[in-house]
């Protein structure tokens, strides 16, 4: 059975950081891409960023220059340093595996929230 843990989303000020991570399980992880999502009150989910089993890395524009997307396959792990965070990243954030731009290959974890406010 496929699982996603995600965490360390919290309260934090604009131009603060946070560090997400999450954890998989029941799939071979170092086999997929990864990827994390966001989904902000009344709007569609997005793709944030996207890590390769070959580490190359992919970021939505609004990210860019600001997040950094990580991944230990020992750990089966995936990761997301945000960066100057402001009150626009304010999301639930999930992990998940792309299938291509717009579906994902497994179900959906409770994901974490993130919240940028002062």
């Known amino acids: 059975q496929v699982q996603f843990v995600e965490s360390g989303g919290g309260l934090v000020q604009p131009g603060g950081s946070l560090r997400l991570s999450c954890a998989a399980s029941?799939?071979?992880?170092?086999?997929?891409?990864m990827g994390w999502y966001r989904q902000a009150p009344g709007k569609q989910r997005e793709l944030v960023a996207t890590?390769?089993?070959?580490?190359?890395?992919n970021y939505a524009d609004s990210v860019k220059g600001r997040f950094t997307i990580s991944r230990n396959d020992a750990k089966k792990t995936v990761y997301l340093q945000m960066n100057s965070l402001n009150a626009e990243d304010t999301a639930l954030y999930y992990c998940?595996?792309?299938?291509?731009?717009?579906?994902?290959?497994?179900?959906w974890g409770q994901g974490t929230q993130v919240t940028v406010s002062s």
């Open positions: 029941g799939f071979i992880f170092s086999f997929y891409a």
């Open positions: 998940n595996s792309p299938r291509d731009a717009r579906t994902v290959v497994w179900d």
């Open positions: 890590v390769t089993s070959g580490r190359v890395t």
